[in-house]
């Protein structure tokens, strides 16, 4: 089984001292041993799950989080985890880290003994070389790593990393993408995107794996921690469509995936373990141009305003999503220190009134192309609706889903319906709202959002910075820069003795999984 230890993340950080981010309950920092009540001696397993989403890549500097991370993860190891219950921080490559005063400067202390599939050390030259070249690299983690200005090789076991500012998210960051440590010695070649070679528990079996459909990863004995990985071999099939998800448990092909919760009373009760949790992400309606630079309409507040009002939330979560989730206008998750739930008022369903704001505006019978993805597809009748109650028209454009990451941030559109999962408020508001986010790809910001980003960014002490963070959600809110529409929850069966351990705030990893004794 997992070692599932609590390394519980510091995230107030005091001043006039170094804060290690590490502090261990009931014993020193940096220990790993296996906790009282955990087993190790249960028999390993094969597990076979299912996830909507292939990955675009496994080049660490392009790598995407979501569900592509079961595969990723699973090749890359990362410097920090998290905690599958809590979604706490947890020691990964770096068994301990530690900030300076301002929060400038951080240092990773790595692992004895860890090595690539090639047998090469994983050191501190391997983590500042994966660093800096994604850091270099454009790609779906280079702004992430904005705030980086410089990685060194203290030397074999310590990394130290500076920062232009502190980034309140980087800590989060590094148990994703930006925290992937690849192969120098392999990293610029060709193989890099379909095959690396990777520090993680398992490698990839090439001759079985059919990119894009189905991926085949085998264990590796002489990974660090191979007494504690549950499973010989990993299997991820990608299956957008549930009923397909639905036949593959009842056939034996999989033993996890996520089912429709109406269709649960057709799975065999005494075959299947159903465990549901209530928000793992948000889907939301992105407002990509929210300056109104290529369409003036998303531009004016009212606008967006009326976008918001126009979308039957509650009826979207009982339809769509079955019930599972939780209606929303807010981005941050529910169980964070940042959500406030009278914001869920602010935008009632009425379309009328979002038709006279369309209308005040001046931009009744405007045109929106929107990407189609496999994210959008079953949604899509509803918001085409949305708009056309309020005088607008969406016109879905299909892109295939290894571009549509790149149709997001092509320019080309100015709404872009997403599922974002939950990391940390500080990730969620950046990733959408900062100014070098990801999902902000025009960089769209304005006084009142650099004022608050800016205070939270010269906080190192969280706790002192939630008033700025709750004053930042409101806002986002008020001023409609994104529709949010659900909290969506999950629905996970499994069979075969494996066991579903992940709650909400979780990153899709096969730590999510463990095996029953």
């Known amino acids: 089984m997992w070692n599932t230890r609590k390394h519980r993340r510091r995230v107030a950080l005091p001043a006039a001292i170094l804060i290690t981010a590490l502090a261990v309950t009931g014993c020193a920092a940096g220990s790993d041993s296996t906790p009282e009540g955990t087993s190790t001696d249960a028999v390993a397993k094969d597990l076979s799950i299912a996830a909507v989403s292939a990955p675009n890549s496994l080049d660490p500097a392009q790598i995407v989080d979501g569900q592509q991370m079961f595969v990723w993860s699973s090749i890359l190891d990362t410097l920090l985890r998290k905690d599958p219950e809590s979604g706490e921080l947890l020691p990964g490559a770096?068994?301990?880290?530690?900030?300076n005063e301002d929060g400038t400067q951080l240092t990773l202390t790595l692992r004895e003994g860890m090595t690539f599939s090639s047998g090469d050390p994983v050191d501190a030259a391997a983590v500042a070389a994966t660093l800096l070249r994604s850091k270099a690299t454009p790609g779906a983690v280079q702004s992430r790593l904005a705030a980086v200005a410089d990685v060194v090789a203290q030397d074999d076991k310590t990394v130290v990393i500076s920062f232009s500012a502190f980034d309140p998210q980087f800590l989060d960051n590094l148990a994703q993408g930006p925290g992937a440590i690849g192969d120098p010695a392999t990293m610029d070649e060709e193989r890099t995107a379909t095959d690396p070679v990777g520090s993680g528990p398992?490698?990839?079996?090439?001759?079985?794996?059919?990119?894009?459909?189905?991926?085949?990863?085998?264990?590796?004995?002489?990974?660090?921690?191979?007494?504690?990985?549950?499973?010989?071999t990993l299997t991820v099939k990608v299956l957008q469509d549930p009923t397909a998800s639905l036949n593959a448990l009842q056939a034996g092909e999989l033993n996890a995936?996520?089912?429709?919760?109406?269709?649960?009373?057709?799975?065999?009760?005494?075959?299947?373990t159903i465990t549901v949790n209530d928000a793992v992400a948000v889907g939301y309606l992105n407002i990509l141009?929210?300056?109104?630079?290529?369409?003036?309409?998303?531009?004016?507040?009212?606008?967006?305003?009326?976008?918001?009002?126009?979308i039957d939330r509650e009826g979207v979560l009982k339809g769509i999503?079955?019930?599972?989730?939780?209606?929303?206008?807010?981005?941050?998750s529910p169980f964070g220190d940042v959500y406030d739930e009278k914001l869920n008022d602010a935008?009632?369903?009425?379309?009328e009134r979002g038709k006279e704001l369309v209308e005040e505006a001046g931009y009744a019978g405007e045109t929106f192309q929107i990407p189609s993805t496999f994210l959008s597809t079953t949604i899509e009748p509803v918001l085409t609706q949305a708009f056309a109650d309020i005088g607008l028209t969406l016109e879905w454009e299909t892109v295939p889903p290894q571009q549509?990451?790149?149709?997001?941030?092509?320019?080309?559109?100015?709404?872009?319906?997403?599922i974002l999962g939950f990391n940390s408020d500080s990730a969620d508001l950046a990733?959408?709202?900062?100014?070098a986010g990801f999902g902000n790809p025009t960089g769209y910001t304005d006084a009142t959002l650099d004022g608050y980003f800016s205070e939270i960014n010269n906080t190192v002490d969280f706790a002192e910075a939630i008033p700025a963070y709750k004053a930042l959600n409101e806002y986002v809110v008020d001023q409609a820069l994104v529709a949010p529409i659900a909290y969506i929850g999950a629905t996970w069966a499994t069979s075969d003795g494996i066991t579903y351990v992940g709650k909400a705030n979780t990153l899709s990893t096969i730590r999510q999984f463990d095996v029953t004794e």
């Not at 935008?347 to 379309?351: M, S, V």
């Open 94 to 99: 770096a068994e301990k880290w530690e900030y």
């Open 202 to 232: 398992f490698t990839l079996d090439v001759d079985k794996t059919v990119p894009g459909s189905s991926y085949v990863l085998v264990k590796r004995d002489d990974y660090w921690d191979a007494d504690n990985v549950p499973f010989t």
């Open 257 to 272: 995936a996520t089912v429709q919760s109406q269709v649960v009373s057709q799975l065999d009760a005494n075959k299947f």
């Open 289 to 310: 141009d929210r300056a109104g630079e290529k369409f003036p309409a998303l531009g004016d507040v009212k606008v967006r305003q009326a976008i918001n009002m126009a």
């Open 321 to 332: 999503f079955s019930g599972v989730g939780i209606a929303t206008t807010q981005l941050v």
């Open 347 to 351: 935008y009632p369903y009425d379309p």
């Open 404 to 418: 549509a990451q790149a149709a997001a941030r092509s320019g080309d559109y100015g709404l872009y319906y997403q």
């Open 431 to 435: 990733t959408t709202i900062g100014a």
